[in-house]
């Protein structure tokens, strides 16, 4: 069966400081691949998705960036966090019968 | 641009019902998702309508009219463990095969005892 490895749980970053969250897929293969982010009482947001290994489409221009190095691993990234950044990161995959699975999220507060 | 409203948050007691409106209007529409979110943690598919009229499991319906952009989630002998966040997503386009859903900003069901 399908499983999806999100992490670190939670986060707590200075402003300025660089992120790194990983997000893993087991049992598939070729899987499309989204980040979402939702912020304290808002909707869940789409920054970005992938089709495979190295095609990132962003879906809204941000402090943020993503990448796809393998099949099953997508990880998103800043350089630079800012305080709008906070907020709970989601990493999902889209099973063929159009259901999105989540993985476990990524609360992150920047400080 | 896309817009999918739901109430904030409802207040029910155990073992009542309660139905959470969506309405939304989006570019295309190509099926709406409910999605349960308890505090903390990732949503959790409940349903998925394509086609209008109702879907039931179990304790849990959802119903969808696509002429109205409407669809509502039922549930049904409410648990305590049913207070969360529920959430209303839309699928615009048919022809982008790449499954991004715009979500609304989530019901927040409260069941009191």
């Known amino acids: 069966s399908q499983t999806i490895h999100q992490w670190p749980a939670t986060l707590v970053q200075p402003v300025g400081s660089p992120l790194s969250l990983e997000c893993t897929v087991e049992g598939t293969s070729n899987p499309n691949l989204y980040w979402y982010r939702q912020a304290a009482g808002r909707g869940l947001q789409l920054l970005f998705y992938s089709v495979g290994i190295g095609q990132i489409s962003s879906e809204v221009p941000q402090n943020l960036s993503a990448s796809r190095p393998q099949d099953r691993q997508f990880i998103l990234s800043s350089k630079k966090l800012l305080l709008s950044d906070s907020g709970f990161y989601l990493c999902?995959?889209?099973?063929?019968?159009?259901?999105?699975?989540f993985g476990s999220g990524t609360q992150l507060s920047v400080l | 641009g896309q817009n999918i409203d739901q109430p904030t948050e409802m207040t029910a007691t155990e073992g009542a019902i309660v139905q959470i409106n969506c309405t939304y209007q989006?570019?295309?529409?190509?099926?709406l998702f409910w999605y349960q979110q308890h505090a903390g943690e990732a949503p959790t598919f409940l349903s998925y309508n394509v086609l209008d009229g109702l879907e039931e499991k179990g304790r849990f319906s959802s119903f969808l009219s696509r002429s109205k952009g409407y669809s509502y989630l039922l549930l049904k002998e409410l648990q305590m463990k049913d207070s969360a966040s529920y959430l209303c997503a839309v699928r615009p386009s048919s022809t982008d095969s790449w499954g991004k859903l715009q979500f609304g900003a989530g019901t927040q069901v409260v069941v009191t005892p």
């Open positions: 989006t570019s295309g529409f190509n099926g």
């Open positions: 999902a995959w889209k099973g063929s019968n159009e259901k999105l699975f």
